[in-house]
């Protein structure tokens, strides 16, 4: 993989924030930042979760019942984000720990080895469904470096099914750690899933009455789990959890051959994206640019505008029909 040598080293640096990070808190610095704990919220449990979708699918259950912080910040790459000694402390004082629990997660790993997690509920995402394998398609492009082992596909949530067995999960696992909102976090999974069921059925509908079933992207491509619920079939330059940008010239004659025989109109690029592929296969073709939306992260603009899972994948809905028709 191109950046094994950038993970050789982060494993020395992430032991230096882990220490670092603990010995702050053993030495009093437990405060929690403002997205931490909010004022006046003494009583709530806290709940921290790594990235986008377990901190949406948290606000949706418990709003401000819990006093909810993202680690990986809003705009930034998830694939190659390292935390900080605060965001140690704020793992450490979490009641819920909810993470992916893929490859991009081995620095997770490694920090709650060297904690006391005996009060914490840790939550991988892919335990809450049937992971798959990560997998190479015709003329997408391999890392340089194999890893050893099975690479399973992280990007769980992007199936609407799966993402209402994580929802599930969560409220499972708040109602345990604070029985006092049980009734509270039930009625919101409860309502959260059955739009979770309607969005399924949309996306399901779309498919089965498709023109074509296949999606290209000039990208990464972190959407087997929605392409398996839907019988799609994918090309892409790279697979989910590459780090790659750019690709041979060989992967964008393969696309453009690809979009051109099979009539394909659009050609999908993933949120925070460079774009460029995209931009050089769209040029070629004529094929109309679209995102699809891996919800691993988003934009601050978004953030703060209070974009959640639900609205960017209605966005995928209506941006895949364009594609399949």
């Given at each position: 993989?191109?950046?094994?040598?950038?993970r050789?080293?982060?494993?020395?640096?992430?032991?230096l924030?882990?220490?670092?990070?603990?010995?702050?808190?053993?030495?009093?610095?437990?405060?929690?930042?403002?997205?931490a704990?909010?004022?006046?919220?003494?009583?709530?449990?806290?709940?921290?979760?790594?990235?986008?979708?377990?901190?949406?699918?948290?606000?949706?259950?418990?709003?401000?019942?819990?006093?909810?912080?993202?680690?990986?910040?809003?705009?930034?790459?998830?694939?190659?984000?390292?935390?900080?000694?605060?965001?140690?402390i704020?793992?450490?004082?979490?009641?819920?720990?909810?993470?992916?629990?893929?490859?991009?997660?081995?620095?997770?790993?490694?920090?709650l080895?060297?904690?006391?997690?005996?009060?914490m509920?840790?939550?991988?995402l892919?335990?809450?469904?049937?992971?798959?394998?990560?997998?190479?398609?015709?003329?997408?492009?391999?890392?340089?470096?194999?890893?050893?082992?099975?690479?399973?596909?992280?990007?769980?949530?992007?199936?609407?099914?799966?993402?209402?067995?994580?929802?599930?999960a969560?409220?499972?696992?708040?109602?345990?750690?604070?029985?006092?909102?049980?009734?509270?976090?039930?009625?919101?999974?409860?309502?959260y899933?059955?739009?979770l069921?309607?969005l399924?059925?949309?996306?399901?509908?779309?498919?089965?009455?498709?023109?074509?079933?296949?999606?290209?992207?000039?990208?990464?491509?972190?959407?087997?789990?929605?392409?398996?619920?839907?019988?799609?079939?994918?090309?892409?330059?790279?697979?989910?959890c590459?780090?790659?940008?750019?690709?041979?010239?060989?992967?964008v004659?393969?696309?453009?051959?690809?979009?051109?025989?099979?009539?394909?109109?659009v050609?999908?690029?993933?949120?925070?994206?460079?774009?460029?592929?995209?931009?050089?296969?769209?040029?070629?073709?004529?094929a109309?640019?679209?995102?699809?939306?891996?919800?691993?992260?988003?934009?601050?603009?978004?953030?703060?505008?209070?974009?959640?899972?639900?609205?960017?994948?209605?966005?995928n809905?209506?941006?895949?029909?364009?594609?399949?028709?």
């Open positions: 993989m191109k950046n094994s040598f950038l050789f080293f982060g494993f020395f640096f992430f032991n924030l882990v220490v670092f990070g603990i010995v702050l808190f053993a030495a009093g610095c437990s405060r929690k930042d403002n997205a704990q909010p004022q006046g919220a003494e009583n709530k449990i806290t709940v921290s979760a790594t990235i986008f979708p377990p901190y949406d699918f948290v606000r949706a259950i418990a709003g401000d019942r819990v006093n909810l912080s993202m680690l990986l910040p809003p705009g930034a790459e998830s694939h190659s984000f390292e935390p900080s000694p605060q965001d140690i704020t793992m450490q004082n979490s009641r819920l720990f909810v993470y992916a629990g893929g490859e991009s997660d081995e620095w997770v790993d490694r920090i080895e060297s904690m006391d997690t005996a009060n509920k840790i939550l991988p892919m335990d809450c469904v049937d992971a798959v394998e990560e997998e190479i398609v015709e003329g997408m492009e391999e890392e340089e470096e194999e890893e050893e082992g099975i690479a399973y596909d992280e990007h769980v949530w992007t199936a609407p099914k799966n993402a209402a067995r994580i929802v599930q969560i409220a499972d696992a708040l109602c345990a750690l604070d029985a006092a909102n049980a009734d509270f976090y039930r009625q919101n999974s409860a309502a899933i059955v739009k069921e309607e399924d059925a949309e996306f399901r509908a779309v498919a089965d009455n498709a023109k074509r079933k296949t999606i290209i992207f000039g990208d990464r491509f972190p959407f087997r789990y929605l392409a398996d619920s839907y019988g799609l079939s994918y090309y892409a330059a790279f697979p989910g590459s780090t790659e940008t750019e690709c041979s010239a060989a992967t004659a393969f696309l453009i051959d690809k979009m051109k025989s099979e009539r394909v109109p050609i999908f690029h993933i949120e925070l994206s460079n774009e460029k592929i995209a931009d050089t296969i769209a040029e070629a073709t004529g109309k640019k679209l995102l699809l939306h891996a919800c691993h992260n988003i934009s601050k603009s978004d953030f703060e505008k209070g974009e959640g899972y639900l609205s960017l994948m209605r966005g809905l209506r941006n895949l029909r364009e594609a399949l028709n």
